[in-house]
């Protein structure tokens, strides 16, 4: 018999039909095909190349802080919208790394409990029924979904490899301009790897304002990037007149469980902001914030976490290359983003990038991520556990690599 709370449930996410849809989605399949390939393989371990989560734990002296705080019954409360000893430290970190200067920590930063829902909140604070959000895809769809169940429509710019990964904003027709509030950016980019550059933040600003649409630039893998030195969209001007940006401690500190975020940048933003999280939360553990200063204190923690996956990421390309695959090396992140295969030459076919990854997981044992929004592409993630006794090791690195190499290498792709 079936309850009556079967037909409670808000629309946003089923209504009556909650939990009877019989879509599986794309990382439950890969769940699914990972528990098959060990069946099959129980001899063989399983290289997980998909995982988008730090392999590391977070840096000794911030466990250190984090425990030491927490024994400190003055730091046992609520901390509601934050505390000012993060606020203030926020505005010096931004200068040190991105070059930003002129932050007022009083009224233009304020805490998340991770920038997933600072994502969340900020949709909350803008779109109501009618209105628009614009964007990116592939990419991450927090924003998406809340722009949806607040009633809001959402506008795909698709990000193809020809233009180096970044929307292009001229080709947004009229009417959707009209409508729109939120743009959302995600530089450097997952999956694709992108980073933006100073001239596509200008013209973005630019686009903002003549448009009186506000940009939300979601920084969680910023200081991850290569080839260059990171680049905030605060350092361009303008940008602060437009939009926020928001920072995770995640990815830069390999804090993933922690859930530390900030939000920085216009001020307007920031207090709608606050007014919706007064709401909805009242503010992260006082020691990680204390955990989270020491962090922003030590960016050198970050640079030999990014130095890690450059060489990670640089001797995957060198492999793949060898095997054929055309892969480049990423802006920013930790994955790479590489063209999937139509095929074997022994005979195998790959409609998508989903039904080669599907192949690799249960052919070859190696997890990848498909992304088939914009043409057929896999995320292979340099994040993978490589330790030996207890301590990262780059000859254990080395071995995976190997091994992969010697996986697929019995195999010629057609592309």
């Known amino acids: 018999m079936e309850s009556y709370i079967q037909n409670l449930f808000a629309d946003r996410i089923g209504g009556n039909n909650f939990g009877k849809e019989d879509v599986i989605y794309k990382f439950e399949k890969i769940k699914r095909a990972k528990n098959e390939a060990k069946k099959k393989y129980p001899n063989i371990e399983l290289i997980d190349m998909g995982v988008g989560e730090p392999d590391e734990m977070a840096d000794a002296k911030v466990v250190e802080t984090l425990?030491?705080?927490?024994?400190?019954?003055?730091?046992?409360?609520y901390s509601d919208n934050g505390t000012q000893a993060l606020k203030d430290e926020i505005p010096i970190y931004m200068e040190k790394v991105f070059g930003v200067k002129g932050i007022n920590p009083e009224t233009e930063v304020i805490h998340s409990i991770g920038s997933k829902p600072a994502l969340a909140y900020i949709t909350s604070v803008f779109i109501n029924p009618g209105d628009i959000t614009l964007m990116t895809t592939p990419g991450y769809p927090v924003?998406?979904?809340?722009?949806?169940?607040?009633?809001g429509e959402v506008y795909n710019l698709e990000l193809k490899e020809e233009n180096g990964f970044l929307p292009d904003l001229k080709s947004i027709p009229d009417d959707i301009k009209q409508k729109a509030k939120i743009l959302y950016l995600n530089y450097p980019n997952n999956p694709t790897g992108a980073q933006a550059t100073v001239e596509f933040y200008k013209e973005a600003i630019e686009f903002a304002k003549e448009n009186n649409i506000l940009i939300v630039q979601d920084a969680a893998y910023a200081a991850l990037t290569y080839g260059e030195k990171p680049l905030s969209f605060l350092s361009v001007e303008g940008a602060k007149d437009v939009g926020v940006e928001i920072h995770s401690f995640s990815k830069a500190y390999n804090m993933t469980g922690w859930r530390l975020a900030f939000v920085v940048g216009n001020e307007l933003i920031v207090r709608g902001f606050a007014a919706v999280k007064d709401n909805y939360d009242s503010g992260q553990?006082?020691?990680i914030q204390k955990a989270g200063i020491y962090c922003l204190r030590h960016p050198e923690i970050t640079?030999?976490?990014?130095?890690?996956y450059e060489r990670r990421l640089q001797k995957m390309v060198n492999m793949l290359k060898e095997l054929g695959f055309n892969a480049q090396m990423p802006g920013g992140t930790f994955y790479l983003y590489v063209k999937a295969p139509?095929?074997?030459?022994?005979?195998?076919?790959?409609?998508?990038?989903?039904?080669?990854?599907?192949?690799?997981?249960k052919e070859k044992l190696i997890s990848t991520v498909p992304w088939d929004d914009v043409g057929n592409y896999i995320r292979m993630a340099a994040c993978f556990s490589a330790f030996e006794d207890g301590k990262l090791?780059?000859?254990?690195?080395?071995?995976?690599?190997?091994?992969?190499?010697?996986?697929?290498?019995?195999?010629?792709?057609?592309?």
């Open 303 to 308: 640079e030999a976490t990014r130095a890690k």
């Open 285 to 287: 553990f006082i020691p």
């Open 67 to 77: 425990y030491e705080e927490a024994k400190k019954p003055e730091n046992r409360g």
């Open 342 to 361: 139509i095929g074997t030459k022994d005979g195998a076919k790959f409609a998508n990038a989903e039904e080669f990854s599907q192949y690799l997981i």
């Open 143 to 151: 924003t998406a979904t809340h722009t949806k169940w607040y009633g």
């Open 393 to 415: 090791s780059e000859k254990k690195e080395d071995e995976i690599l190997n091994e992969v190499k010697r996986r697929l290498s019995d195999v010629e792709f057609v592309f």
